[in-house]
């Protein structure tokens, strides 16, 4: 793509330059229609073809010499300080080839949104179900204001309470939103982090060896084919996605909220109700760890995930476990304000008023021009935030109906066995 390709070739250069190896198969361009860039293949690659080597000398926040050891080891403060060091030495930087591709000031992850928006739009929501939980789970910002912020000779601190996010510099909120958005394990990889989240279609697999890290091809990928990698696989949610990187992911997604229920001899217990939703109708209802262990490191999972498969799992639960999953779904959507199709109404609403905000703005008329700013990206955040809610609220609507569905065929089936 001619719009990256100055500056990816630059990048590509130096990690060769320094030790890594980049596979001339591997590109950069733009996507979709929201011109999201991330990988693709310029000609099929073959299975198990090494498509990135990155030696640990140029990974920034690892030890100096070849260790895959993390830098300040506890002492991430140093970590995020040495990157915004080096955004501010701009073109004379030793990392500037790197530094040069990061667009994390266009992030609009859920940490950096005006917190007034997120109560009003995101709590009660899992994982949100308090406002503590949207501004701590995950929000290095918020940690980063509380644990790095030191006397600078000016008395500012971080007790003193007039020193906000925004007061820092245009290199700290670089490297705060670099590390949420684009950060492995507190680590920068060069080229890899350009890459896109897929779980479902996953075709890569990421290695750490002493050396340095590895990227190969998982599968065959075919020319013109993105290149997709894990940001999150395991357990994590399709919840903690959205919170830690600001999209809904494709399928597979889970969702998985808690529940206290009252047990007769042990009092009040916490527990957790979770679901897959592999399609718009195909849901996987209580998957174990072992069900969802290959999630973000085997391609292709979802061919994994077979009607067939679904059924048998779901024949072992039983009738009290589909029971208290749809009651526990039942409650959470009930006591949310709004209904998924209210949600929807109100998205409508917000993307036309979006599209009067941007017209406005394109008119520049410079006397408003700051206010409409700040109006077109409260506005796009509002968007993303009901669109989760939408998401999510459908998503569990789905697994409702498979429940009580599969409740029925339980009830039907130990009926016969009886008579």
């Known amino acids: ?58 990974v920034m926040g690892t030890e100096e010499g070849a260790s895959h050891k993390i830098a ?69 910002v918020d940690w980063y204001m509380n644990n790095c912020i030191v006397d600078d000779g000016t008395g500012a601190s971080a007790e003193d309470p007039a020193i906000t996010f925004d007061d820092l510099d245009e290199a700290t909120h670089r490297s705060l939103l670099a590390a949420i958005s684009r950060a492995v394990a507190r680590r920068f990889l060069p080229i890899y982090d350009l890459m896109n989240h897929d779980n479902g279609q996953l075709n890569t697999q990421l290695q750490a060896l002493d050396q340095g890290c590895t990227l190969h091809a998982a599968v065959e990928i075919p020319v013109g084919s993105e290149i997709f990698v894990s940001y999150q696989g395991g357990s994590a949610t399709s919840s903690h996605v959205f919170q830690g990187y600001g999209f809904i992911e494709s399928f597979p997604q889970q969702w998985a909220w808690t529940t206290i229920a009252k047990r007769e001899k042990d009092g009040l217990q916490e527990g957790e109700q979770r679901f897959m939703l592999l399609s718009n109708e195909l849901v996987l209802l209580l998957p174990p760890a072992s069900m969802t262990a290959g999630i973000g490191t085997t391609a292709h999972v979802l061919s994994e995930f077979t009607p067939d498969m679904i059924q048998v799992h779901h024949e072992q639960l039983t009738v009290r476990q589909f029971e208290e999953f749809w009651k526990s779904g039942q409650e959470l959507l009930e006591s949310l304000p709004t209904t998924a199709d209210q949600d929807k109404v109100l998205l409508s609403n917000l993307q036309t008023q979006y599209a009067q905000v941007q017209t406005a703005l394109e008119a520049r008329h410079s006397s408003t021009l700051k206010a409409q700013t700040h109006a077109l990206v409260t506005l796009s955040d509002r968007i993303r935030a009901v669109e989760y809610r939408v998401f999510m609220k459908r998503a569990i609507g789905t697994a409702l109906r498979v429940a009580q569905q599969e409740r029925l065929l339980h009830h039907q089936a130990t009926t016969m066995e009886e008579l």
Request: net charge negative.
């Open 72 to 140: 300040h080891q506890g002492n991430h403060c140093a970590n995020l300080q040495s990157y915004a060091q080096e955004v501010r030495a701009g073109s004379s930087s030793f990392w500037y080839p790197y530094l040069d591709m990061d667009d994390s000031l266009a992030s609009r992850v859920p940490t950096v949104w005006n917190q007034s928006m997120i109560q009003q739009e995101l709590v009660g929501l899992p994982p949100f179900p308090t406002l503590e939980s949207v501004t701590s789970q995950n929000n290095l």
């Open 1 to 58: 793509n001619e719009e990256y390709h100055p500056k990816f070739a630059a990048l590509v250069d130096w990690v060769r330059n320094h030790g890594g190896r980049v596979d001339p198969r591997l590109g950069l361009r733009a996507h979709n229609d929201n011109g999201i860039r991330g990988g693709v293949a310029l000609a099929t690659i073959p299975i198990d073809t090494e498509l990135l080597f990155v030696p640990w000398n140029i």
